[in-house]
C-alpha cells in the first residue's frame, strides 16, 4: 500500500477503557509514530442507551495518562471529522442509499416474529442460523412503496456468491466462503446503523490505511471487505492482535486480572510500567529485553512482530516489573508520586507532606526496595501516621509477639535502656549494636525482643529495619508507642 499511513483507535463510551483496549491503541500508535503517519481518535457512541459523555471523557483521559496522543480526534478536530459516530447519521443514510440504488443492499420487512421463528427452525435441524434471504428479491418500487406505506423494515447487506480474501499482517493470508457470511442488518428499523456499516463509512471517510485491532473482530472483516467492493473502495490493511488471556488461559476477566486501565491507575501501577507490560502482551522488543521505553517501543515496533497466540496477562510478572520501575526512581520524584496516594487513603495531607518533605523522602528510602505500586506504599507507611495509641496491629505482627515469653516485661525493660540512648541522639548503626549487646546480656533470642518491639512500633510483622523506624518516628513516638505495646500485649 503506498498511501500515507492513517491509524484510528475507536473506543465506544459504553464504560472504562478496557485493558486491551488500551494495548489496540498503544499499538496502533506506535505504528503511527514509527512510520510518520497519523493517529486518530474516533467514538463509536451509537448505543445512545449505554454510552455517555463521562466515559468518553474517561478514556480521553486514559489514553493521556498512558502517554498517547492523537493527531485527530473529537476533541481536537481533523480535516476528516466529526469523531463521534453520533454526529455522523446523515453520513450514513447517503451511503446506505448508495448501497441499495447500487443493488448491494435491500431492504427487508421480515417480523420479529417470522424471524425468530427461522432460527429455531435452523436451530432445529442443526443448520447455520443465518438470514434465508426472503426479502432479497423483492423489487426496488415495490419496496419503495411499502416504506412508504409505512411498513417497518431494515437494510441488509447483500452477499455475493465466491470467497473473500485478504491479508493479515498478523495471521497471514486469511479466507471465508461467503456462504458463511450472513446477509447482515446495516441499518436497523429505526434508522440507526450497526457497526460493520458504520466503521466502513468512517474509515473510508477518515482515510485509514491500516485496521489493527482485537482477534474478536476477525469474524466482522469479511463483512467489512465485501461492503468496501460494493462501494468500490480498495479495503484498508488488517491486523488481527491476539487475545490477552488470564492465568487460567481463557480470556482476560475480572477473576483472573482487573480488566479496566483505570482499576491499574488507581492501584498505583507506574505509568511507564504499564505500558511496558501492555507492549509485551503479544509483542516483544528483541525476545530477550524485558523493561525497555516507549521511544524503544517506537522504535522497533513493527504490526509482523506481534504473535498469533493469546497473551497470558501474568499479575505477578506485572508486579514485578511495576516494583523494577519503582526502583529506578529517585527517592524525590517517588515521592511526588507517592504522596497523592497516602492523601487519597486519608494518611495527612498534602500540606502536611510539603511541610515534613525531607523527612517524607526519607520514609520512601525505607520502603522503595519493598513495594511495587504507589497504593501499596500507602498501606505499608500508614503506621507512620496513626495515634501512638491507635496503631493497628495485624493479626500476624501479634502473633509472633503472642509466642514470646514475658514480651510486655521485655519491652519495659528495653524501653527504660533505651531512653537516654533516644536522647542523646546515638546513630541507628550504633543503636543497632548496642540492642543486640543487650539482648545478649539477658540470654535472650532476637525474636524475644524485636519480635514484640516491631508490633509495638509498627503493628506489623515485617517491614523497615526498626532503628530507621525509630528514626523515622522520633524519640518521643517511639517510647510513647513501646508503652503502649507493653499495655496491649500484657492485656492480650
Known amino acids: 500500500m503506498s498511501r500515507p499511513v492513517r491509524v484510528r483507535f475507536a473506543p465506544s463510551p459504553t464504560g472504562k477503557l478496557h485493558i486491551g483496549g488500551a494495548r489496540t491503541a498503544l499499538f496502533n500508535w506506535a505504528y503511527a509514530r514509527r512510520h510518520q503517519g497519523a493517529f486518530l481518535l474516533r467514538i463509536e457512541d451509537t448505543d445512545p442507551g449505554r454510552s455517555t459523555k463521562e466515559f468518553e471523557r474517561a478514556i480521553l483521559e486514559g489514553l493521556s495518562w498512558l502517554g498517547i496522543d492523537w493527531d485527530e480526534g473529537p476533541d481536537i478536530g481533523g480535516p476528516c471529522g466529526p469523531y463521534r459516530q453520533s454526529e455522523r447519521y446523515p453520513r450514513y443514510r447517503e451511503v446506505a442509499q448508495k448501497l441499495i440504488e447500487s443493488g448491494h443492499a435491500y431492504w427487508c420487512f421480515c417480523s420479529s416474529a417470522r424471524l425468530d421463528a427461522l432460527r429455531e427452525k435452523q436451530a432445529a435441524n442443526k443448520e447455520r442460523q443465518v438470514y434465508d434471504k426472503l426479502c432479497s428479491t423483492i423489487p426496488v418500487d415495490e419496496a419503495a412503496r411499502r416504506r412508504a406505506a409505512g411498513e417497518p423494515a431494515v437494510i441488509r447487506a447483500r452477499v455475493p456468491n465466491g470467497k473473500t480474501r485478504f491479508l493479515d499482517h498478523i495471521r497471514g493470508d486469511v479466507e471465508f466462503a461467503n456462504e458463511e457470511v450472513d446477509e447482515w442488518v446495516m441499518v436497523r428499523s429505526d434508522g440507526s446503523p450497526t457497526y460493520n456499516f458504520c466503521v466502513v463509512c468512517d474509515d473510508v471517510d477518515m482515510r485509514i490505511s491500516h485496521v489493527f485491532r482485537g482477534e474478536e473482530h476477525l469474524v466482522n472483516t469479511p463483512k467489512q471487505v465485501l461492503l468496501y467492493r460494493a462501494l468500490g473502495l480498495e479495503a484498508p490493511e488488517f491486523g488481527h492482535l491476539p487475545l490477552m488471556l488470564g492465568s487460567d488461559g481463557k480470556k482476560l476477566s475480572k477473576r483472573t486480572g482487573d480488566t479496566a486501565l483505570q482499576d491499574y491507575q488507581d492501584a498505583g501501577y507506574p505509568k511507564a510500567a504499564v505500558v511496558n507490560f501492555l507492549c509485551l502482551q503479544g509483542w516483544a522488543l528483541d525476545g530477550t529485553t524485558g523493561l525497555f521505553s516507549v521511544d524503544q517501543l517506537v522504535a522497533h515496533f513493527e504490526i509482523k512482530d506481534v504473535q498469533k497466540a493469546g497473551a497470558v496477562f501474568d499479575l505477578e510478572k506485572f508486579r514485578w516489573m511495576a516494583g523494577e520501575y519503582i526502583r529506578r526512581e529517585t527517592p524525590e520524584h517517588l515521592a511526588d508520586l507517592c504522596a497523592p496516594f497516602v492523601v487519597a487513603a486519608g494518611l495527612t495531607t498534602a500540606d502536611d507532606l510539603a511541610a515534613r518533605r525531607a523527612w517524607f523522602v526519607e520514609v520512601i528510602k525505607s520502603e522503595q526496595e519493598r513495594i511495587h505500586t504507589y ?96 528514626g523515622l518516628l522520633g524519640a518521643e513516638h517511639t517510647l510513647a508507642r513501646i508503652a503502649r505495646g507493653a499495655e496491649r500485649l500484657a492485656a492480650s
Open 375 to 470: 497504593a501499596e506504599f500507602a498501606t505499608r507507611v500508614a503506621y507512620l501516621f496513626a495515634r501512638d495509641e491507635d496503631v493497628p496491629y495485624s493479626d500476624d505482627a501479634q502473633k509472633a509477639s503472642r509466642k514470646q515469653a514475658n514480651a510486655s516485661a521485655t519491652l519495659r525493660e528495653y524501653s527504660a535502656w533505651l531512653a537516654p540512648r533516644l536522647a542523646s541522639r546515638a546513630p541507628s548503626a550504633e543503636l543497632r549494636d548496642a540492642t543486640k549487646a543487650w539482648i545478649a546480656e539477658r540470654q535472650l533470642k532476637i525474636p524475644a525482643l524485636f519480635q514484640p518491639l516491631r508490633c509495638a512500633l509498627t503493628g506489623l510483622a515485617g517491614g523497615p529495619d526498626l532503628f530507621d523506624v525509630m
